[in-house]
């Protein structure tokens, strides 16, 4: 098993900045790509960004030039720097891995962070 301890949600004003924190841990596991979803009530999980192995990174339309995903791979730890948030932004944050355990590929999820953005 794999898991995933997120960190860094809350409460802030519109054009603040808030960073999630997301750690993996387990045995014998190597992350081939990690990513960020959210979820707002009653609607399907989305895609926010994602960063692969190299380096590679990509973001949804509607966080481009706000939101910056990062990886730090000594620590299996991954960030999400929002800045310039809105209110559109408030939903769940999800950590998400893809890694390979026992040569198979598996999926795995956090417990999810809120994020409230509100005047």
């Known amino acids: 098993q794999v898991q995933l301890v997120e960190s860094g949600g809350g409460f802030v004003q519109p054009g603040g900045s808030l960073r999630l924190s997301c750690t993996a841990s387990?045995?014998?596991?190597?992350?081939?790509?990690m990513a960020w979803y959210r979820q707002y009530p009653e609607k399907e999980r989305e895609l926010v960004a994602t960063v692969i192995n190299g380096g590679n990174t990509n973001y949804a339309d509607s966080v481009k030039g706000r939101f910056t995903i990062s990886r730090d791979n000594a620590k299996n730890t991954m960030y999400l720097q929002m800045n310039k948030l809105k209110p559109e932004d408030t939903a769940v944050y999800y950590c998400?891995?893809?890694?390979?355990?026992?040569?198979?590929?598996?999926?795995?999820w956090g417990q999810g962070t809120q994020v409230t953005v509100s005047s």
């Open positions: 998400n891995t893809l890694a390979i355990r026992r040569s198979r590929p598996e999926t795995y």
């Open positions: 387990g045995s014998s596991f190597s992350i081939v790509r």
